[in-house]
Each structure stands twice: as structure tokens, then as C-alpha cells.
């Protein structure tokens, strides 16, 4: 026999797609995490709506993700999980390419020991 969930807990998830936070975490990581949320949801008989699932994914990602999101909230029709995903994947990979970390990757910039001597005469 199978327990339907207490309200209690559709009320904390609900509760927690509202305070999904991207924060450091990868796109996959918290595609992953707001993917268990919207399954489990689903599960207990009280899904959410794609547009909802949508505008909970757009809300907790970081700024990077800001003109992406205005680009995605224009279509017709709502992204479904993977199509969302892949753009979500596709700017992190592009804009890890065009500003790298500097922790990670520091700027290569010339030493003054390392430029060649300029003797003029």
C-alpha cells in the first residue's frame, strides 16, 4: 500500500522550488536538483506546470544567466526540461570561455624581467 505524501510535505517543496538558489553549483548539478523537486511533486499527485518549472529554473540562476533568460521567456511555448538544459549548458560553456575565473586562470601578462631590453643608442 503506498502513503500519499502529508501536506506538510508538498508544502516544503513547494517551499523549497521557491528558494532554489543556482548559487556556485553547476548547470547540470542544479538542473538535477530542481529536476528531483518537480519529480517528486509529481509523485505526491500535485505536478507543477512547465511555465512554473521554467520560471522557478529562471529565478534561481545566477546574473551571468540574465539576457538568456529574457531571450528564453520570449517563446510561444515553454522549454521542456532537456531543451532548457541544453541552452542553460550551452551559455555556461560560452561564458566560461569568454571570462575565465581569474582565481583559476590568472591574466598571462608580461613581467618586467621577462621583457626583452629595449637599448637604444
Do not use: C, W
Amino acid at each position: 500500500m503506498l502513503v500519499s505524501p502529508s501536506n506538510s510535505r508538498i508544502m516544503q517543496l513547494h517551499g523549497a522550488f521557491q528558494d532554489i538558489r543556482q548559487r556556485d553549483a553547476s548547470v547540470t548539478i542544479y538542473m538535477h536538483h530542481t529536476k528531483s523537486l518537480f519529480d517528486e511533486l509529481a509523485a505526491a499527485g500535485r505536478p507543477i506546470s512547465l511555465e512554473d518549472f521554467n520560471l522557478y529554473i529562471f529565478h534561481g540562476l545566477r546574473g551571468e544567466f540574465k539576457n538568456l533568460v529574457t531571450s528564453l521567456m520570449t517563446k510561444a511555448e515553454p522549454l521542456s526540461y532537456a531543451d532548457l538544459h541544453n541552452h542553460l549548458l550551452t551559455h555556461e560553456f560560452l561564458h566560461k570561455i569568454s571570462f575565465p575565473s581569474l582565481a583559476t586562470n590568472p591574466p598571462l601578462l608580461p613581467t618586467p624581467s621577462l621583457l626583452p631590453s629595449a637599448h637604444l643608442a
